[in-house]
């Protein structure tokens, strides 16, 4: 009888055990991927996410069907549409690697239990993670609250198995049941089409990720311990949305870069790096598992007293990239061309909305949510609660970047800020972070017209982290 896999965020061929454990079994396969924007709960993909989705399942039809296995496409409730096309298929074994998330594993469970009673044998396994959620645990029996005693205590809790390779012999069914069309999805913008910028940047699909990899490891990888720093260098791996998707896997990521380690390529201290950098994603994860409502709710309760101030027009400015700092706006501006941006601007951004404008960070994991390609649950509302100072093992609250020092520090040359603010270009470098300090004939001789080609500060830094300061004070007393 034959198998169906059921595809969600892992698409790719390679180490994935759910589809490894079929392939071992011989039966002929057909795979499956539900677009479930019905299920409650369920939080819907942002715009960028969903273009990404487009083009990545493109790719993995195009790759199953080199296999003989079609792809079936289906919108709606995956409780009715899994158990609907296991049966139209007459499937004996279904299986799938599980999704981190409440809501995810409550709907997997109820379809488990749905296919197990109707004779269907579910096998289901962890891929999308390095440890399963639940099994790295400190003295208390949680896992460990802080980054570090979680890295030490992941790293005793096993060693982990080499990836497995993509199956040789595969067999898909002869005829499969119905789908959708990939267009009947509607995932990628129509009128106006805003993803000439995403499409520019990327390649999606478990080969381009591949491809990634072996790129970062030749030229990125060594130096990445302090490269990974500079927005205006190009030292990290922007795997993030293929890991978002599952086109390659962190074990995939971990075993590569420890075998370049071992063959003499790279040193070892930068692998080290970013092995943890892998561990932070294990780390938000592992959160996301015990506390399901990190998007919403402040991991610190004593945050629940912070006086946010509602500005919608503010926080509009910071969206577009018009705040006046060039740091920040550059950041900004990627993410809305590129569907990236780069860590280190990721928390000056961050740190810029939250304790600069003393926006609700949830209003800023909102529309990274809707404008990056590799947007998750775990990680985005992870790391603004951490800049935000609300989160597990957080910047402390005093920590207010200065986005004019980080960027006179790590975009030294102000290339990232050319890149992204071009009417700021003709600036010399030492000016370029703080257009507003330029003598009024260097202004004009470049061009700008301050408050009218490019904004004055929205705010003044000082200032501005002296009333940051005064806010967190309702923090404390609530502590
Ligand atoms: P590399 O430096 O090449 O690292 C490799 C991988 O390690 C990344 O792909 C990622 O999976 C993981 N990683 C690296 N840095 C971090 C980190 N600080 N925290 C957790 N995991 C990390 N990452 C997301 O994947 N999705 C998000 O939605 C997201 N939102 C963020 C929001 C804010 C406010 C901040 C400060 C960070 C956010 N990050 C998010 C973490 C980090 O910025 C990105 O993972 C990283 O920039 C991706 O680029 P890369 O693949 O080149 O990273």
Redesign the pocket.
Known sequence: APSLLWFRDDLRLADNPALNALAETGAPIAALYVLDEDSPHIRPLGGASRWWLAQSLRTLKADLSHHGIPLILRQGPATRIVPEVASALGAATVAFNDRPGEAEGKLDRAITSRLNAEDRRVLRFCAHLLHPPGTVLGGSGRMPRTFSSFHRAALRERDLSPPLPAPKHLKGVARAPEGDTLESFALEPEKPDWAGGLRAAWNVGEAAARQRLSA?IDD?LKG?ATG?DRPDLD??????????FGEIS?RQ?LFAVRHAVDAGEVPGSDAAK?EA??Y??E??YHLLAEEPDIAQRNIQPNFDAFPWRECSGELKAWRRGLTGYPLVDAGMRQLWQTG????RV??V??SFLAKHLLIDWRG??DW??DT?V???A???A???Q??AGSGLDAAPYFRIFNPVTQGEKFDPEGTYVHTFVPELKRLPAKLIHQPWTAPQDTLAAAGIRLGHTYPKPLVDHAAARDRALRAFEHVRKAA
């Open positions: 970062f990125g990445y990974r030292h990290v791996s922007r795997l993030s949305p293929h890991l978002r962190p990521l970013f950098e892998l932070w994603r780390f938000s990236w941006m780069h860590n990721r928390m951004v961050a800023g994991e990274f949510w990056l590799d947007a998750d775990a990680n985005n992870a790391s603004w951490w800049v």
